[in-house]
Each structure stands twice: as C-alpha cells, then as structure tokens.
C-alpha cells in the first residue's frame, strides 16, 4: 500500500498521560500536514511541514502539542498532559511540490478518558 | 478569516436520483477541493477546482466553480450505495493565494442512500 498510514488507528488514554501518534506519508511527498477532527465538524489545521521544517502552526497547537518531522519523512505528533478536550479524530495529508492535492490517513481516533 | 458553507447538512435520495450539494465561501476561492469521508475513515480526494466556471468530472460526479469563485456544488448522477458518505469541501486559505499550506474545510454533508 502506497498510501499515507498512520498509528495507531485507536487510542484510549487517561487524562494527564502522554500520547504519541505517527503518520508515514506517501514516499515521495515533501508536505506533510495535521489536522484534527471532531464529531460533526470537518477537520481543523494543525501545523504542516515542507521538508523537515515546520511551517505553519495553528493557534489551535497549545504548548501541551508537538510535531516533528525529523527526516523529512514520517512524522509524529505528540500531545502531553491530555485533556479530555482532546478526544477526537487526529488526520494527517501528505502533498507533492506546489500541489495542494492532499492525500489522507486513515486517521487515529484519540479517546481521554 | 475565511469560512466555508455546505448544504444542505444531510441528504436522504433515493437510490438513482440525481444530488447536488453545495459549498459558498465567504471570500474568493483560490482553490477548491472536494473529498469524500466514510463515517470513523480519512478523507478521500475527489476533485480540485482552481479556475473560475471550472468543471471537473469523475465518473457519476461532477464539480463546479462559478465564475465569481465564491461557490461550488458537486452533483452527483443516478446515485448509488457506493455514494453515501460525508462529502466536505475544502480551500486554499485566502492569504496562501493558492499556496500549499493547511485547507479550511467546511462541515460536511452527510449523504444516505436509501435502496
């Protein structure tokens, strides 16, 4: 599959603990995004990287949030001290040069309980 | 900041019957993309739409920009199981003129087929 995977597809934690999420994009794309999604609504930017640096972030990032994408390849996502606030669908894209075509994960599905 | 507009929320059609549904911005369109999202999945790419009068066609889907850019409408001909879903679009934020950063979405539109 050359599609972009992400891990894990479900997360059940309990508030305060940390949590980390990994999105492997499509070989060949240098963007690389996060979005979050809730119930009922369409997904939310996050941050998104060209390459390994990040570009843009979010007001929605709060310091408790973190990405990286150390090689330019996959990425990781890092919530501390979760929030049951935090509970929803986290989404990563992947694109190709100056296209905007992007290309979704399956997502991961962050519960706090 | 720009927002994004769907409707109608949710659709009931019956199975063959032609939809439409659409999406009205509050600023002019840079871009503008439509995906498909099965309930608890990812999104799937659909179509991009960047010209003003635009229209694209994939199989029984067809997607519009008009000429102001300010709203698009994908219609959706003798629809089938295989349609139903959310269907969301998404833009280019205004500031990027078309640049490839973070896409505002709007909320969906929830499609149901009924056989």
């Known amino acids: 599959d050359t599609g972009v995977s992400q891990d894990p597809r479900h997360k059940i934690t309990k508030r305060g603990q940390n949590v980390t999420f990994r999105c492997d994009p499509i070989?060949?794309?240098?963007?690389l995004y996060w979005y979050r999604q809730t119930l009922g609504q369409g997904p939310e930017f996050l941050t998104y990287?060209?390459?390994?640096?990040?570009?843009?972030k979010s007001r929605l990032l709060s310091d408790r949030f973190s990405a990286e994408r150390p090689k330019g390849s996959f990425s990781t996502l890092e919530i501390q001290r979760t929030e049951q606030g935090d509970s929803a669908m986290y989404l990563c894209?992947?694109?190709?040069?100056?296209?905007?075509?992007?290309?979704f994960g399956p997502g991961t599905r962050l519960t706090v309980l | 900041s720009q927002e994004l507009e769907q409707s109608p929320q949710s659709l009931i059609v019956q199975e063959g019957k032609n939809l439409t549904i659409n999406c009205t911005s509050s600023?002019?369109?840079?871009?503008l993309y439509w995906y498909k999202q099965k309930y608890g999945e990812g999104l799937i790419f659909l179509m991009m739409l960047q010209k003003g009068g635009e229209e694209k066609s994939h199989e029984k889907i067809t997607a519009k920009l008009d000429e102001k850019k300010q709203q698009s409408s994908l219609h959706i001909t003798a629809s089938q199981p295989s349609h139903a879903g959310i269907y969301l679009c998404?833009?280019?934020?205004?500031?990027?003129?078309?640049?490839?950063?973070?896409?505002?979405f709007g909320k969906g539109t929830h499609l149901i087929i009924q056989p």
């Open positions: 998404g833009a280019d934020k205004e500031y990027s003129g078309g640049g490839a950063d973070g896409l505002t």
């Open positions: 070989s060949e794309h240098n963007r």
């Open positions: 894209a992947s694109s190709l040069g100056d296209y905007n075509e992007q290309f």
């Open positions: 600023k002019t369109l840079y871009g």
């Open positions: 990287f060209q390459n390994e640096a990040q570009l843009e």
